[in-house]
């Protein structure tokens, strides 16, 4: 007679046979995810937008906002995403069987990721342009006298030297029209000697940018198409060598003349300005993006840990040293800002920036002043790139992980496959930004693709998690993994503090709110409308995903909501053991002992002992308590122990 296994049991129980998934990697080393995470959180916002809204909002004044919001929003979602991907082991998306309902909040961090991703890895070609361009005896934005310059181009030395300049001398340097007339080529030409910009004016393709736009996504492929092991290597470079460049660029950013009015500039404490709330807003918004929470990144890169590991260590520590990281990019920073105001003899407000402004105009400005500049211009874009790359890494392992792990069996074998097709994909929707209205598409995406989106998906969650999965529950949780539950501070932020400042942040978003406008231009309606789509588009999913997991339930609305928000018989940590899983997902079967039966096995070599617990891999149904609860099985004896006899 054939062996009886749990496949036919089933069958026989009206139950159809899973295929057996494949096994789900982990990280190599505890480093691995560490730095990867680092180099996630550490992205370009950390060096482009945290130092100008340092100084904007009253400089070492709002550190305390800042530091404020870190503790009572920032680090708490950050630990919570961090404790839940790490339970279950699982992406986002399939992450969400501990409350069916809430599935949607996956897919909108999915398709935040993904339209993010896009426009991301445009900032990452740029940043590949001007590092190639770099290779030179002298930078090419340095001058005025190039075919792409205009009659209002100035150069940089020629302002240096010019007298009799006042606080509203205006200008335009050779390396803003290099970025918007040389790289960009922003300006059509329409013709009878009239040109135009905006995102209704395409224009042509600009294959320098199709090009290394290309070679963006093929780096990202190879450090991502063996998974976690590959990108948790490459790590070591990429996480680590923005500190480096950062701290070359900083001792000689130090000693030049006017660096110490600059970091005067950057620090100096405005306490006027904490009676502002749009200084709190930035504050919150600026933790919340840089840390990366509702992204389902940090789902995606703590489901690989072990299920041990110290979550609550590595959230505090991540957390702090991102936001010092910030700090100390600004002081670099505002070294050469202080410098090039004084090499122009402007103030230093004139001459700061924020975003694409800083990155590729005002920096490499400052340059230009410096001896050996194509020395320091290689390392500042190798460092923007390698920045990017960390942030770019994960985002696109969050998409690819929660394909996998919704559809196992037939992804997680090909998972190579699956990162390139989303590679080509994403690759072929940012063509758009390499024409010439390729700036307009890429601000019209960073406006909108993660802007309000983001806070109403990180709220919704946290109210998931805290309020209907339960807090003790999720307690008991990070107990089970780290053996103590988390303090009243993590709770009560989870509970009440967290939600109420999300909430703030969104209605001041909504308040606030302004249609998107590049460098002085607006966009047309349909562009806004189309913006605010993509806007809607993943925060849409919440509720319709919800609507279909309560339709497909049985029995009454009640019944099947009641179901929608009751964990999965298949939720649970992933490192279980496999009989404690199999021996739980028999619950309210009649007899749980039929699903294996030694009485059913041939004498020979597949007979495993009665209880081993090596077999439990071939044979993981089989528990030797079961044969307790069956007279018959038992020798006709409730009380026989001669099997457990043998445990």
Not at 127 to 151: E, G, H, I, K
Not at 332 to 345: D, P, V
Not at 584 to 610: C, F, H, R, V
Request: glycine share 8%; proline share 5%.
């Amino acid at each position: 007679m054939k062996c009886q296994v749990m496949e036919v049991e089933m069958k026989e129980k009206g139950r159809p046979a899973e295929p057996e998934e494949p096994e789900r990697e982990q990280w190599g080393a505890k480093m691995d995810f560490m730095l990867s995470m680092l180099g996630y959180c550490v992205g370009l916002g950390n060096v482009w937008r945290f130092p100008y809204l340092c100084y904007k909002n009253g400089g070492g004044a709002f550190l305390i906002p800042y530091l404020i919001m870190l503790t009572f929003a920032g680090l708490p979602l950050f630990f919570m995403e961090l404790a839940l991907g790490q339970y279950a082991s699982l992406g986002p998306v399939t992450i969400w069987r501990c409350v069916p309902l809430f599935k949607g909040i996956g897919i909108a961090m999915c398709i935040m990721s993904g339209l993010v991703c896009i426009y991301y890895n445009m900032i990452i070609a740029w940043s590949l342009y001007y590092l190639f361009a770099s290779f030179t005896s002298m930078l090419p934005w340095r001058t005025c006298d190039n075919w792409w310059n205009t009659p209002n181009c100035v150069e940089t030395s020629a302002v240096a030297n010019a007298t009799n300049k006042t606080d509203n001398y205006t200008r335009i340097s050779s390396s803003e029209e290099y970025f918007h007339e040389r790289v960009l080529k922003y300006t059509v030409d329409l013709g009878n000697n009239s040109t135009a910009r905006g995102i209704q004016h395409t224009g042509t393709m600009s294959w320098e940018l199709a090009l290394v736009l290309l070679l963006a996504w093929i780096i990202v492929f190879a450090c991502l198409c063996k998974g976690v092991k590959s990108s948790g290597k490459v790590v070591y470079f990429t996480a680590t060598f923005p500190y480096i460049v950062l701290i070359i660029l900083l001792i000689r950013g130090a000693i030049l003349p006017g660096a110490r009015e600059g970091i005067i500039f950057y620090i100096k404490p405005d306490f006027n300005r904490l009676k502002d709330s749009q200084v709190w807003y930035d504050a919150a918004s600026q933790i919340f993006y840089s840390l990366g929470v509702a992204f389902g990144g940090i789902l995606a890169m703590s489901s690989y840990n072990k299920f041990n590991n110290n979550c609550h260590r590595d959230a505090v520590f991540i957390a702090l040293v991102n936001c010092g990281t910030s700090v100390f990019a600004g002081f670099a920073i505002f070294s050469y800002i202080g410098y090039m105001a004084h090499e122009l003899k402007m103030p230093v407000g004139k001459v700061v920036a924020s975003g694409s402004g800083l990155a590729f105009i005002a920096y490499p400005e400052a340059l230009t002043l410096m001896p050996i500049s194509p020395l320091w211009s290689i390392l500042f874009f190798f460092m923007l790139l390698t920045l990017g790359l960390d942030s770019q890494f994960v985002m696109l392992e969050t998409i690819v992980t929660a394909l996998s792990d919704e559809f196992p069996t037939l992804l997680r074998q090909h998972k190579t496959w699956v990162l390139l097709a989303i590679c080509i994909c994403l690759y072929l929707l940012g063509l758009t930004q390499c024409t010439q209205a390729g700036i307009f598409w890429l601000e019209m995406m960073n406006w909108y693709s993660a802007g309000f989106c983001l806070i109403v998906t990180a709220l919704i969650m946290a109210i998931g998690i805290s309020w209907v999965y339960g807090i003790k529950r999720f307690s008991a949780d990070i107990k089970e993994m780290i053996g103590y539950e988390p303090n009243i501070y993590f709770k009560a932020c989870w509970m009440v503090i967290s939600p109420a400042l999300m909430l703030f942040i969104f209605i001041f978003s909504l308040v606030q709110y302004s249609p998107v406008v590049y460098n002085g231009i607006a966009y047309p309606d349909w562009a806004v409308t189309l913006g605010l789509l993509m806007a809607f588009f993943s925060i849409l999913m919440i509720p319709l995903v919800g609507i279909i997991v309560v339709a497909k339930n049985k029995g009454s609305f009640t019944e099947r909501f009641k179901k929608a928000i009751t964990p999965d018989e298949k939720w649970g940590p992933a490192i279980m053991s496999q009989e404690q899983k199999e021996w739980k997902s028999t619950e309210g079967i009649d007899n749980p002992a039929t699903i294996y039966d030694p009485g059913t096995m041939e004498n020979g070599t597949d007979q495993p002992p009665l209880y081993d617990p090596r077999s439990i891999n071939r044979y993981p149904l089989y528990d030797p308590r079961s044969l307790q609860q069956d007279p018959i099985r038992n020798g006709g004896s409730i009380n026989d122990t001669s099997y457990s006899s043998r445990l």
